[in-house]
Nanobody
């Protein structure tokens, strides 16, 4: 089994910054893509950014230039640095990791529990 624990959410004023973390633990053999999603009230969950096992990143246009994704593979951790936050960034943020477990035959998706980010003055 694999467990993901997210942290770093909270209340921030417009223009402020937050850094989200997602730490994976359990029977991990290898982690492939690591990604962050968000879901605002009444909206579908959307993909924000992905980082591959070799560190290649991609971002959705709405966060490009403001959010930075990074990973510490040795610590099974992915980070999302969020700068210049806007009220429309308010949402629950989720990490998703593609993990091959020690007993698995193929990688599977694992999700974090979500962390609330609220951008408001």
């Amino acid at each position: 089994q694999v467990q993901l624990v997210e942290s770093g959410g909270g209340l921030v004023q417009p223009g402020g910054s937050l850094r989200l973390s997602c730490v994976a633990s359990g029977s991990i053999f290898s982690i492939y893509d690591m990604a962050w999603y968000r879901q605002a009230p009444g909206k579908q969950r959307e993909l924000l950014a992905v980082i591959t096992a070799v560190g290649t990143t991609s971002y959705v246009d709405s966060v490009k230039g403001r959010f930075t994704l990074s990973r510490d593979s040795a610590a099974n951790t992915v980070y999302l640095q969020m700068n210049s936050l806007k009220p429309e960034d308010t949402a629950v943020y989720y990490c998703k990791l593609v993990v091959l477990t020690t007993m698995g035959r193929k990688p599977n998706d694992y999700w974090g529990q979500g962390t609330q980010v609220t951008v408001s003055s």
